[in-house]
């Protein structure tokens, strides 16, 4: 009998050994330099002195203050490029960088200022044994096991895989919109992958400085990956970017190579990137600019509804990426972050507040031994695993990627797909993908879903991790500590997140809930004048339509009231007094289904008109009556006066 995940093939063995430290992503170097510029991320107060002048002096010009804060300081400062509309990048010389972000952080003007730090892909390839006679179709390590439905709830033996994500359930409901955009922020991607090709807009290079670029330049509209390599002596290249994108949305249904989780959803790269990782100042902009908050590019493209970034650093969420990601959320933007590799406590960005942490787990569903993990763990989801130290790894994650060991292959020749060799790929950065073409999915089914409502579908559906069967040595996985947890472990909800991702209940929740919409044109309101409300973009589930609608006013009923029906799409709302005013909407589909929605409403007093100008008698301003008889005067001797003929 043929072996269908060729675990009997494996040394003879009938069960698969637990192991110590199990073989997991190769860490690319993070080099440890002296400084030869400092770099700090500062964001200005709203009402700082130096917003105001630059206003003053170029309208609504982009922070650019460096030179007014050298003048003060006494420094050698230069302005780096802006991050919306009161941040930007300052570097200086002769001092480091957080030296810089102290002086800085202690001016009145400054709300914050924080050290321009570096993010490092979170996973690159393996090297195990690559037999030369390996068949991609025949084993694990070439199969997308991790799309199909789990073989198992509970580990029963070494076959066992847990951990699927179940998108083949989705794709009965929906195989995404193009219109849903996924940006994935990373070393860019190989646009003459085959299998990525059609998927891709243009894209972005957001790289600004040339040590990391790679490619030679700045920043420009080229989001192709010229290659990592060259961080330290004898480093190959990754093609991170292009691995992530073909596990979001790798061409489907086409004849060749691979499925992507999100199938028909759009990608838009958007290189951060390159050579020895990427500079926080850039990506910050790039997710401000991929959710249309930024026009620091000349290319104008559709909104990002999802930014996947596989990539981090250890350490807090600093205010900077707080910001960043409290903007692009309020947006309507999901952000999925990849957890970490280490076996530590959560990296950021994925530590930080609004975004959806991915920790890592093996095809059985436990922990796999490189994945962070801790309470900032939003849920989980395959990252790939070697459960033989050696030889062919049985369990990465096949996906896009090129054969050029620097600088890339260019053509049909050089597309290929990762395998359980040389290039397995393994780590929490593959997770992330998995979540954000499940959310690509979501999204298509109800575009009108708030990053909140996503994360709440994703946990509410998550399954249970298993806690038995993995082998008597497997204990349960313990809080994080500075004790690194390289070994496979039981998750819990409390350092793995909710659950195991499943793909096709997230999607089929979306489809069956429903979502009530408020528009208005300004929360602004004023007395007397009337508040047009608009119901018309709210969302029945799938397949119904919206059967009633129900306005009522939850709080300031005495200072306002509807001058319309309250059981149709719209209403009118006429306040007549100041004060607050909280509206709320309630509607049922055809399905029975229910939701409900509110809008507060800040009501000013209607303005004061003008008084008349009237005379003081002082010789300011001329009575209306004295100025007619004036003119009339004037007229009368004109109209006595001979005029000299012409």
């Not at 439905?149 to 699927?164: F, L, Y």
């Not at 646009?191 to 894209?203: I, T």
């Not at 990002?304 to 910001?323: E, F, H, K, M, P």
């Not at 290929?416 to 593959?430: C, K, M, N, P, Q």
Request: glycine share 10%; charged share 10%; hydrophobic share 40%.
């Amino acid at each position: 009998m043929a072996c269908v995940l060729a675990l009997a093939c494996v040394a003879g063995n009938a069960a698969l050994p637990t192991l110590e430290g199990e073989r997991g992503p190769l860490r690319r170097s993070v080099p440890v330099t002296t400084e030869t510029e400092a770099r700090v991320i500062v964001k200005y107060k709203a009402d700082a002195p130096l917003m105001h002048a630059s206003s003053a002096a170029s309208g609504a010009a982009p922070p650019q203050h460096a030179q007014a804060l050298a003048t003060r300081l006494g420094l050698s400062l230069s302005d780096g490029r802006t991050i919306g509309a009161l941040a930007q990048l300052v570097k200086g010389r002769g001092m480091s960088s957080r030296d810089l972000a102290d002086r800085l952080a202690a001016q009145a003007d400054v709300e914050y200022a924080v050290v321009d730090g570096r993010m490092h892909a979170l996973a690159a390839p393996n090297d195990p044994l690559y037999p030369a006679n390996l068949a991609l179709p025949t084993t694990p390590a070439a199969g997308q096991w991790y799309l199909r439905a789990p073989t198992s709830a509970t580990i029963a033996d070494a076959t066992s895989v847990v951990s699927a994500i179940n998108a083949q359930a989705a794709w009965d409901i929906t195989t995404g919109n193009p219109n849903i955009v996924v940006a994935v922020l990373d070393t860019g991607v190989r646009f003459d992958h085959p299998d990525l090709a059609g998927k891709l807009l243009p894209g972005y290079d957001f790289i600004s400085d040339i040590s990391v670029s790679v490619d030679g330049d700045g920043r420009d509209g080229d989001a192709s990956d010229p290659g990592d390599f060259g961080c330290k002596a004898g480093e190959l290249s990754s093609w991170h970017g292009t691995q992530t994108a073909g596990l979001i949305g790798a061409a489907t249904n086409n004849g060749i190579g691979m499925a992507g989780t999100g199938r028909d959803v759009t990608l838009l790269p958007v290189r951060v990137l390159g050579k020895c990782g990427g500079f926080d100042s850039d990506i910050q902009a790039a997710m401000l600019w991929a959710a249309s908050l930024e026009s620091g590019s000349t290319t104008t493209l559709p909104r990002a509804r999802v930014i996947n970034l596989s990539l981090g650093s250890t350490g807090a969420c600093s205010a900077t990426y707080q910001d960043a990601i409290q903007q692009v959320s309020a947006r309507g933007v999901v952000v999925v972050v990849s957890a970490g590799n280490e076996g530590l406590t959560v990296g950021t960005p994925a530590n930080c507040p609004g975004a959806i942490a991915v920790a890592g787990v093996r095809h059985a569903g436990t922990k796999v031994g490189y994945s962070d993990l801790g309470p900032e763990v939003s849920l989980a989801a395959p990252a790939g695993n070697c459960v033989n130290l050696s030889g062919t790894c049985l369990f990465p994650l096949l996906t896009t990627s090129n054969s050029g060991t620097t600088t890339p292959v260019v053509g049909p020749a050089g597309a290929i797909y990762t395998d359980g060799g040389s290039d397995a790929s393994l780590g929490t950065s593959f997770s992330a993908p998995l979540v954000s073409g499940t959310i690509g999915l979501m999204l298509s089914v109800n575009p009108l879903l708030t990053p909140a409502q996503v994360l709440s579908f994703l946990k509410s559906t998550a399954r249970a991790f298993p806690s038995t069967g993995a082998g008597a040595a497997v204990a349960t996985c313990t809080a994080p500590s500075a004790v690194v947890q390289n070994s496979e472990c039981y998750c819990t909800t409390a350092t793995c997140g909710a659950g195991l991702l499943d793909a096709g209940a997230a999607v089929a929740t979306t489809a069956t809930s429903i979502t009530a919409t408020i528009g208005v044109a300004s929360t602004k309101a004023t007395v007397g004048t009337p508040v047009a409300l608009d119901a018309s973009n709210s969302r029945a589930s799938q397949n119904h339509t919206i059967s009633t609608y129900q306005w009522s006013i939850a709080s300031g009923a005495t200072i306002a009231s509807f001058t319309s029906s309250t059981n149709a799409a719209s209403a009118t709302l006429l306040p007549s007094a100041a004060g607050s005013v909280v509206v709320d909407l309630a509607i049922t589909d055809s399905a029975g289904q229910q939701a409900t929605s509110s809008v507060a409403l800040s009501v000013d007093a209607a303005p004061v008109p003008s008084a008349a100008p009237t005379s003081s008698g002082g010789g300011g301003v001329m009575p209306v009556g004295w100025l007619l008889a004036w003119l009339a005067a004037v007229i009368g001797i004109r109209a006595v006066t001979p005029q000299r003929r012409r």
